[in-house]
């Protein structure tokens, strides 16, 4: 298959002089985004090479693992251990529909640890096969770009080789952040977290994000004390405020000791385990302290600045619309390059790349509608604008519908949580611009969500579906009363 590349912006023409390469592609890091870019390119009759550190369930510096760290040690073991959190309560709940449940039910943490690890396993094996089976060279080891067509591979034995490639995709992920305060070092982050040996009975969380939220119900689940201190009045800062209040209610509701407007200050070490202090004052005293306070590229060891790579001040990989550095030969996409860090959307610049460097068709990725989870308990999924979002950016007003109901598998069991939709539509043109819910099975409604939203949907197309019934996810097309109507904070023009 004859290959076509981009050269400086413009595809390659047929008999013009190329210089040899040991590669037509170098990928340094195997995670769900170098993974797709390489194995596409080569569908494209690329010759292509990935390299990636030795697996370790917690990576660091020197470890990884081909899969990274969504498949390894971040969205697939984490929702491993969110269904294991979920049948606490659900065993709880079983008692109304008839099961005779012993009153006092046990929850092996190694087992399920045991299980997970297994899965992830089974699953860097898999990785690898894909790769394998498309042709894609794997090394084992450290790559870092030594020239605009070089990579050095420092070995596993610590020795070094040099391949030489006509481009280079950086695709080496994110590390947790740990924040600067006195005794850190006796916390964890998410990485350590997924493989604790004992489930702690008391768990401290910093951080109001997805992971901060996700471990805050896993651990409540499983019978743990939990309290989650953040530092903004609600968790998940960016989401819709009203989805946000409602999720605060559901953790408190829980269980979880909330406790808003709050950072930590000091970490000690006792007997009795680790006293955490926070600005307010108060002392928590925990088994397990988790700091989930952001993520930063993982650019520190791939000699970028040498090369004349430019980053940002986060020293993210700065790219253009079609993920290319300023050298043109080297090319990131990715949490590396912190636009929008989620596994399905590098999957989608990893396409992108392929089909703009080796498919010969110049492609950008969309970052419009896409959809997201958050796997608290209940999970809260969105896509669109948030109503913040639609209130700043549309022209004119915006009509909000919502939707607060009892699911009916809580009528029986007799929990007190209730399932929360939401729609946005733009009142002048009856386009819908975003949708969330909270309850059960929301992620999964919310696909399908996603597509009606990417083809440009209207409320009377909602409104003219027929549902399913009984399901929660007909109210999406049920909800016929505008709840209120939010005037837009953008100037009016008529340009």
């Not at 400086?8 to 040991?22: F, N, Q, R």
Request: hydrophobic share 35%; aromatic share 6%.
């Amino acid at each position: 298959m004859a290959r076509k590349m981009l050269i400086d912006g413009e595809l390659s023409k047929p008999g013009e002089e190329e210089a040899h390469y040991d590669f037509d592609l170098f990928v340094i890091g195997a995670g769900s985004g170098g993974v797709r870019a390489s194995r596409f390119s080569a569908q494209y009759g690329a010759k292509v090479a990935i390299c990636e550190l030795p697996f370790d369930p917690i990576g660091s510096e020197v470890s990884g693992g081909v899969g990274g760290t969504c498949v390894l040690r971040g969205c697939v073991p984490k929702k491993i251990l969110v269904y294991g959190a979920a049948y606490g309560p659900e065993l709880e709940d079983a008692r109304n529909y008839g099961w005779e449940v012993n009153e006092k039910v046990n929850f092996n943490w190694k087992k399920l640890l045991h299980k997970k690890t297994e899965e992830i396993v089974r699953l860097n094996g898999i990785y690898k096969r894909l790769l394998s089976n498309a042709g894609v060279k794997l090394f084992e080891g450290e790559g870092r770009v030594v020239g605009p067509n070089e990579v050095e591979l420092i070995q596993l034995d610590g020795t070094k080789i040099s391949y030489s490639a006509k481009h280079i995709l950086i695709a080496t992920g994110s590390r947790a952040y740990r924040p600067d305060i006195p005794g850190q070092e006796l916390a964890i982050t998410s990485d350590e977290a997924l493989s604790l040996e004992e489930l702690p009975k008391r768990a401290v969380i910093l951080g109001g994000g997805y992971i901060a939220v996700e471990f805050a119900s896993i651990w409540r689940g499983m019978g743990s004390t939990v309290d989650l201190c953040f530092r903004k009045e609600l968790p998940l800062r960016g989401f819709d405020d009203e989805m946000r209040a409602v999720v605060a209610r559901n953790l408190e509701g829980r269980g979880i000791t909330m406790h808003p407007c709050t950072t930590l200050t000091k970490l000690e070490k006792t007997e009795g385990g680790i006293k955490v202090h926070t600005d307010h004052g108060e002392v928590i005293l925990a088994d397990v302290v988790l700091v989930a306070t952001g993520r930063l590229p993982n650019t520190k060891r791939l000699n970028l600045d040498a090369v004349g790579v430019e980053l940002d001040n986060m020293k993210a990989v700065k790219v253009d619309e079609y993920s290319r550095t300023n050298i043109p030969s080297i090319w990131a996409i990715g949490d590396v390059t912190n636009r929008m860090n989620l596994t399905p959307v590098a999957l989608m610049e990893g396409t992108c790349f392929a089909k703009t460097v080796f498919g010969g068709k110049p492609t950008k990725p969309d970052y419009s509608h896409i959809p997201c989870a958050v796997f608290c308990i209940p999970p809260l999924s969105v896509v669109g604008f948030s109503e913040e979002q639609a209130t700043e950016q549309v022209n004119g007003e915006v009509s909000v519908y919502t939707s607060s109901f009892n699911p009916m598998k809580n009528t029986i069991s007799g929990r007190t949580e209730k399932s929360v939709m939401k729609l946005l539509v733009d009142a002048q043109t009856d386009k819908v611009l975003g949708a969330s819910m909270c309850g059960p099975d929301a992620p999964e409604i919310m696909q399908g969500i996603a597509v009606a939203l990417k083809c440009g949907a209207t409320k009377e197309q909602f409104d003219s579906t027929v549902g399913i019934h009984p399901s929660a996810a007909e109210e999406f097309v049920t909800m016929r009363s505008e709840s209120r109507r939010v005037s837009s904070n953008k100037p009016k023009t008529n340009l």
